[in-house]
């Protein structure tokens, strides 16, 4: 009888310490053996600068690409960091030599606390392998499938808006998108107390860490945000593990949720994902896909609501495809190009996520300068996606730079949301399905109004948001 060859297990990823003191001790040894090799840029020690750096970068990015061209470094707290600005530097980072980088020792690992070992978190063959077994969960017809608990949530969700007053419009998209992640994501109800309603609650709570002052990330013991986040982990572990289980021991061929997917995906040589496995990508993807979407809906309809031209040949658009029926995947992708230049807009003034960390595994040569092995580098589509030379009006939202053929001949790099190469986002499709649904079938009822005198600031951590939520006035479609 022929044998089948089972492929070896892969070496677990490196495991990362959570202790504060030991990442920092860590961080000045590699920059001391790379003393000498940094690109230009302000070494010293500056409070200021790190305070700048964390709750308003473009100006201090784009005034040191200016001072210093596309490479540059700048001392942020203890650490000395590379930035790589432009087309040319994002197509090499992202797609050029991804090999240069890992992604686990850079600030990517604090999310491990939470997400464990997902595709955000690890790197070279672990990564591979994952990323190869998770694919057909994000096929077309697998999006298409979980459409049907997009629009449920949206169409009640929508209903639900008060006429005539104000609502903060972000967060009504985070519990939409949250309840929208518990159903396609890990087939929880999201109204059930003891499964649906307690992960929802405990994953805004974990993720409430990473959107807090760094300096406050750092403390420990009881009551610190840290010992807050470990709880609500805990939590969510029970939950997501006991429907793992239910999952092997109850097959049922007719769930479309990611997490039921993953417990019968297979990859190319039989080999399936563990629990541990499975529990730390639907975190990962929760983590990746909630703040992500919320964020983009809300920014989309703020700008909406500044171009009144701009809605108007939207709902047009919705209006001569839909004929006033909800959306179906095909005309969300394929008959509504508009639409998609808009998303491509939003998405260019405003990528949730924002910034590319990556740890140098290698030492490396790129315009002019060497690399240590060990730096810090970082790629930033936020300020990319806003140099002069490369988007003319870089601040004017302008959805007609996103013309098919205009997008064509951009140059490679330059427009980045979703990064590149071998590491783009799996759920780019279903984050723009979510995104575009949701918007349209809101757009097709409801009006939202910008209050006078209201401005928008933007907070950086985890993802781009605005800061204190968005308030809107909510009118019916004239």
């Known amino acids: ?220 013991g009881p009551g610190s945000p840290w010992r807050k986040l470990v709880s609500s982990r805990e939590v969510l572990d029970e939950i997501v593990f006991a429907e793992v289980a239910r999952a092997r021991a109850e097959p049922d061929p007719e769930r479309r949720d990611i997490l039921n997917l993953l417990v019968n995906v297979r990859g190319e040589g039989g080999e399936a994902f563990t629990d541990r496995e499975i529990r730390d990508q639907v975190m990962t993807l929760m983590f990746a896909g909630h703040d992500t979407s919320t964020s983009t809906v809300t920014f989309m309809l703020h700008e909406l609501a500044r171009h009144p031209d701009v809605l108007a040949r939207l709902c047009e658009e919705q209006d001569r495809v839909l004929a006033g029926e909800p959306p179906t995947i095909d005309q969300l992708e394929r008959e509504m190009p508009f639409l998609d230049m808009v998303l491509d807009e939003v998405l260019r003034l405003y990528p949730p996520a924002w910034i590319g960390p990556r740890r140098a595994v290698r030492e490396f040569e790129w315009g002019g300068y060497r690399v240590p092995r060990g730096a810090y580098v970082n790629y930033c589509s936020w300020a990319s996606h806003r140099l002069p030379e490369v988007f003319p009006d870089p601040e004017a939202f302008i959805p007609e730079r996103f013309t098919r053929e205009r997008k064509a001949a951009l140059p490679r790099g330059a427009y980045v949301p979703f990064g590149g190469g071998q590491r783009v986002c799996i759920g780019k499709r279903f984050g723009q399905i979510e995104v575009k649904l949701v918007a349209t079938m809101l757009l097709q009822r409801l009006r939202l109004d910008a209050l006078p005198g209201r401005t928008m600031t933007i907070r950086q951590m985890p993802t781009l948001s605005p800061k204190g939520g968005l308030r809107m006035r909510v009118h019916p479609r004239g």
């Open 1 to 220: 009888m022929a044998t089948v060859d089972t492929p070896a297990p892969l070496k677990r990823p490196r495991q990362m310490s959570a202790n504060p003191v030991r990442r920092i001790v860590d961080d000045v040894s590699a920059e001391w053996r790379g003393r000498g090799e940094f690109p230009p840029g302000p070494a010293d020690f500056s409070f200021a600068r790190t305070h700048k750096i964390a709750h308003d970068p473009l100006p201090l990015l784009l005034g040191a690409y200016e001072e210093h061209g596309p490479i540059f470094s700048m001392r942020l707290l203890h650490i000395r960091s590379i930035f790589m600005l432009g087309p040319e530097a994002n197509h090499f980072v992202t797609v050029g030599h991804p090999e240069n980088f890992h992604w686990r020792e850079s600030s990517f690992g604090d999310l491990i606390p939470l997400l464990g070992d997902g595709l955000l978190t690890v790197d070279d063959e672990f990564h591979d392998r994952a990323r190869a077994i998770m694919m057909p969960a994000f096929h077309r017809e697998q999006v298409a499938a979980m459409t049907a608990a997009m629009s449920a949530e949206a169409e009640v969700a929508i209903a639900a808006l008060p006429v005539g007053e104000v609502v903060d419009i972000y967060d009504w998209m985070r519990n939409l998108a949250m309840r929208i992640a518990m159903r396609a994501l890990l087939g929880l109800d999201p109204d059930e107390a003891g499964k649906g309603a307690a992960a929802a609650t405990h994953f805004e709570s974990a993720l409430h860490y990473y959107g807090i002052d760094y300096g406050l990330r750092l403390l420990r």
